[in-house]
């Protein structure tokens, strides 16, 4: 096994040698020491140990490891070739992916292939528009109920972790309009569990991807005991709901279900008749129940950070919220209308983008941008920093929810320069479902409650398999 010194010495010999194309259009290397990936750092010096990689080298930088080649690459034109026009020649074979099938086996976001376009046919029906209009009542529903509780709870202690107030709240939309299942059915939340269960296992995919050797499962670790509680949990909610579906379609009854779970359920393979085994319904159901709602409560999470810094945009969108919505719950029609929601949540997007990092492998060699990309090595899109790049956006770091304004649009030169989804066949199939949620949470929390963040506390993005904010974000609200 090589030890830290070793590793560091390799990882900083690696980065030496980054962005010498093969195909003459070479870049010379400034002689800048970066830690490949910025492993070994931890936090935001990781995110900025990439961002100096790509300022210092240029939009393809390389990284020799001794276990594999991999590129970074943050041109908008580059992202577009692996995204879109050349995505055949790019799969999910990573080592990223890798960890996370070790947890959620072979659901729609961790396969490839005609097995993935096949579920992706199965499960498309569920995300299109005027099905995530149906479930904008229940998403504004859960809301109201939420600030309800806040406004009950106020009388006690003020101080609340928006992280987890999201978690819970996102959990419980996607669970009821994805599989009809309430997460806080007879008045107690099972949010809690499956917060710490989400957190065990995005922290324990992440130290798998950047150690060398990982010790086998059955060995009775602190972390091999914290993953199977964790997976217990999930497993244990996700088959229990599963289980009692099928139960109701036993006794022949079709429950009035019409949500994905229950076109997963159907769906039969057009050749054979066969339906999705236990195993591949699991996986299914553990994608959509983990995907559905962990990214979404990080960006309401980071929106709400950005709002409660900028209380100029809070007032504004609290203005805007009541001028539309007055004292009704939203429904999916006032949605257009909450054109500073959707802003304030683009541009949070931006900054903190929850899909921080997405991975391809290279299926055969490839030419990018001029650069000879060999077969079966890594490249790597970067959300972060395409977002904050200055080659693409002025002022970067600034919170300007205005940039997306329609009169603004020219600002944007490059299509693919903003990829809070990504881009081409596997652009994420709720992006819709998770704009509808974000616009309608972000207007009903600024229309009843201002957010003051606790000062003194240190927030700092956590690049795991998503962003999260590392301690959470601790806030006081009150009535405006
Ligand atoms: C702000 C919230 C969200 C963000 C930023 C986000 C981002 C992404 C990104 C970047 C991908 C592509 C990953 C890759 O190909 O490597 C993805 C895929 C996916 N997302 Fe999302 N997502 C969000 C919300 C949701 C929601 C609400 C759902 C479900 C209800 C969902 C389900 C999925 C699934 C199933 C995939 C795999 C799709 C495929 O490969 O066909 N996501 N998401």
């Known amino acids: 096994m090589i030890d830290t010194t070793t590793l560091t010495t390799v990882l900083r010999r690696a980065a030496r040698r980054v962005a010498r194309g093969r195909s ?7 002689g800048a020491v970066v ?4 492993i070994g750092l931890s936090g935001r010096e990781r995110l900025d140990a990439m961002m100096q990689a790509s300022l210092t080298h240029g939009h393809v930088v390389r990284f020799e490891l001794p276990w594999i080649t991999a590129h970074m690459l943050t041109h908008p034109d580059q992202i577009e070739e692996v995204l ?11 080592r990223g992916y890798d960890k996370l099938r070790e947890f959620l086996g072979h659901g729609l976001l961790t396969s490839d292939g005609e097995h993935w376009l096949r579920q992706r046919r199965i499960a498309a029906p569920a995300f299109h528009k005027r099905r995530i209009d149906g479930f904008a009542a229940t998403m504004a529903q859960c809301t109201e109920e939420m600030l309800e509780r806040w406004d009950r709870e106020l009388s006690g202690t003020h101080e609340r972790d928006l992280a987890a107030e999201m978690m819970r709240l996102t959990l419980r939309i996607a669970s009821l309009t994805l599989l009809s299942s309430d997460t806080e059915a ?3 939340s099972i949010a809690e569990p499956i917060g710490r269960a989400v957190t065990t296992l995005v922290h324990e995919a992440n130290q798998r991807i950047h150690e060398l050797v990982t010790l086998p499962e059955h060995w009775p670790t602190r972390r091999n005991r914290a993953l199977k509680q964790a997976l217990g949990t999930l497993d244990g909610t996700v088959r229990g709901i599963i289980e009692e579906r099928r139960k109701i379609l036993a006794r022949g009854e079709h429950g009035g279900h019409e949500d994905l779970l229950q076109m997963f359920l159907e769906a039969a393979d057009a050749e054979t008749g066969a339906r999705m085994d236990d195993q591949q319904l699991r996986d299914e159901v553990m994608t959509m129940f983990l995907a559905g709602h962990e990214t979404t409560a990080n960006a309401l999470t980071w929106a709400l950070y950005l709002l409660g810094k900028s209380p100029h945009v809070a007032r504004a969108l609290r203005d805007e919220s009541r001028a539309v919505l007055g004292d009704r719950v939203p429904t999916a029609e006032d949605i257009p209308r909450l054109e500073l929601a959707r802003r304030v949540l683009s541009e949070s997007l ?13 299926i055969e060699d490839v030419v990018l941008g001029g650069y000879e990309i060999p077969a079966r090595s890594l490249v790597f899109i970067v959300p972060w920093i395409t977002h904050r790049h200055p080659d693409f956006w002025r002022d970067p770091e600034g919170f300007d929810p205005d940039r997306f304004a329609p009169e603004r649009k020219a600002e944007m030169a ?4 903003y990829l809070p989804f990504i881009a081409g066949p596997r652009m994420c199939i709720g992006a819709g479902f998770a704009m509808h949620e974000g616009i309608l949470v972000l207007a009903q929390i600024a229309r009843r409650f201002h957010v003051s963040l606790v000062p003194g506390q240190h927030i700092e993005p956590e690049p795991v ?4 904010p590392k301690n959470g974000v601790k806030v006081t609200l009150d009535r405006w």
């Open 186 to 188: 007879g008045g107690s």
């Open 35 to 38: 830690p490949a990936f910025g």
């Open 350 to 362: 931006r900054l903190y983008p929850p899909v921080w990092i997405v991975g391809r492998g290279t």
């Open 414 to 417: 490059h299509k693919h320069q």
């Open 465 to 468: 398999v998503t962003l999260r």
């Open 84 to 94: 879109v026009t050349k995505h055949r020649l790019f799969d999910k074979k990573t």
């Open 24 to 30: 003459g259009r070479a870049r010379a290397p400034s």
